[in-house]
């Protein structure tokens, strides 16, 4: 059908970590939709993933416009409908006035607005789906605004939550046809910050795997004391407490090696910690790894280790639990939707180094069979509710729904 087209838009698109946009995309287009994939700016750190490196190519970046190119945008705007463009003028002074800082950039989120509706408008698009409820919904509210298609968004948590006012979530739902959530504590969330009278268009639409990792086959534990932690290096991840574990753990004779996959602004100072620690030869960074060295480094250790202070829904939890490893993880955002204590692994509070340590060294000692007991329930749990596919299904739904004239 030629209606069943859309355009996605991402703050930066592709990245690493955000490989379920990726899975998403794909797992649409499977359904029959044409994906036109926009992304505000450039991504600006390697890309380790070959499917990356395609969407890459695939993805139209903004920001990348000519100057001429945007001062034209913004032009045509001013001539062509300049009562829009004062509706989103009012939005977007609206958006700087609730931020928490002076910074400018809502005012360049409205240039970038412009070619955007240039180019939706030339694609024949009519509708338009944000990631994040930050700056890639801030965009498509003043597109918008500027007379373009209707949008809608994802949050994911985190920084939406933090702070919902500066970053007008309110005002972005209210505008919306509707607002997807990852998991139900984040439709929780969007309930709080928004009219009840707005309840009807939030639904939960959550980020899904695909055969990669759901049809993967199992490998036992191994028996060495070896556990994993796939995270960006940075202050909400908790890796500084990790280490302060490992060295809680470490103290009580335990061995333990730890492999981290991921990388950040806090590597330098993570490592530094290590040694004061005295624990820098338990560890080791590996950096960024595409599907298959994540796959590989999971599958090599007892347990996934996720040691957060916020999160939405860490993907890698349900991707350790495809691949037959329980989670030692923080109780925080909607992470005890999968992780539960007994179940599918051990779930601690929030910044307790000595709780955290006494989950490892449980996951540590734990023998072959109990190990294998609590990732085979929390397989159970991605196979019922995060099914790339299952799950791009409902989004296309809802999509449809609009298309068809009917209210989300």
């Excluded at 939706?120 to 944000?130: D, K, S, Y």
């Excluded at 509707?178 to 639904?203: C, N, T, Y």
């Excluded at 103290?251 to 990388?263: F, M, N, P, Q």
């Excluded at 000692?365 to 019922?384: I, N, P």
């Amino acid at each position: 059908m030629s209606t069943r087209r859309v355009a996605y838009l991402v703050n930066q698109y592709p990245k690493t970590s955000h490989s379920f946009v990726r899975r998403e995309i794909q797992a649409l287009e499977a359904l029959g939709w044409q994906v036109e994939r926009f992304a505000i700016r450039a991504v600006n750190e390697p890309l380790v993933e070959r499917l990356d490196e395609e969407e890459r190519r695939r993805t139209h970046v903004l920001r990348d416009s000519a100057w001429f190119e945007l001062a034209l945008a913004l032009l045509g705007a001013a001539f062509l409908r300049p009562r829009r463009l004062l509706d989103a003028l009012r939005e977007t002074w609206g958006l700087w006035r609730r931020a928490d800082s002076f910074s400018l950039r809502p005012f360049g989120w409205l240039v970038v607005a412009c070619v955007l509706v240039r180019e939706v408008r030339r694609r024949g698009l009519t509708h338009v789906h944000a990631h994040f409820g930050s700056n890639s919904a801030a965009v498509a509210l003043l597109v918008h605004a500027l007379g373009g298609p209707g949008y809608s968004f994802t949050v994911h948590g985190t920084s939406a939550f933090d702070s919902p006012s500066t970053i007008s979530l309110r005002e972005k739902v209210l505008a919306a046809r509707f607002v997807a959530a990852v998991s139900d504590f984040g439709r929780g969330q969007l309930m709080r910050w928004s009219p009840r009278a707005q309840w009807g268009k939030l639904h939960v639409v959550r980020c899904g795997l695909d055969s990669e990792f759901l049809e993967r086959p199992l490998e036992p534990p191994p028996r060495a004391p070896r556990l994993v932690c796939v995270a960006r290096l940075s202050a909400e991840k908790g890796l500084a407490v990790l280490m302060q574990a490992l060295a809680a753990v470490r103290a009580r004779g335990e061995s333990c090696e730890l492999a981290i996959v991921g990388d950040g602004e806090l590597r330098a100072p993570l490592e530094a910690l290590t040694r004061r620690l005295g624990v820098a030869d338990s560890v080791r960074w590996l950096g960024w790894g595409d599907a298959a060295k994540v796959q590989h480094e999971i599958q090599a250790s007892r347990a996934l280790v996720l040691p957060s202070l916020a999160e939405g829904l860490p993907v890698v939890i349900m991707e350790a639990f495809a691949l037959g490893r329980p989670v030692v993880a923080t109780a925080v955002g909607a992470v005890s939707e999968l992780v539960i204590s007994g179940e599918t692994g051990w779930l601690t509070p929030a910044g307790a180094v000595e709780e955290l340590g006494d989950a490892l060294c449980a996951a540590l000692r734990a023998d072959a069979s109990e190990l294998e007991r609590l990732a085979a329930r929390g397989r159970e749990l991605v196979r019922e509710r995060h099914v790339a596919s299952d799950q791009a299904a409902r989004l296309a739904a809802l999509f449809e729904r609009f298309q068809s004239g009917g209210a989300a």
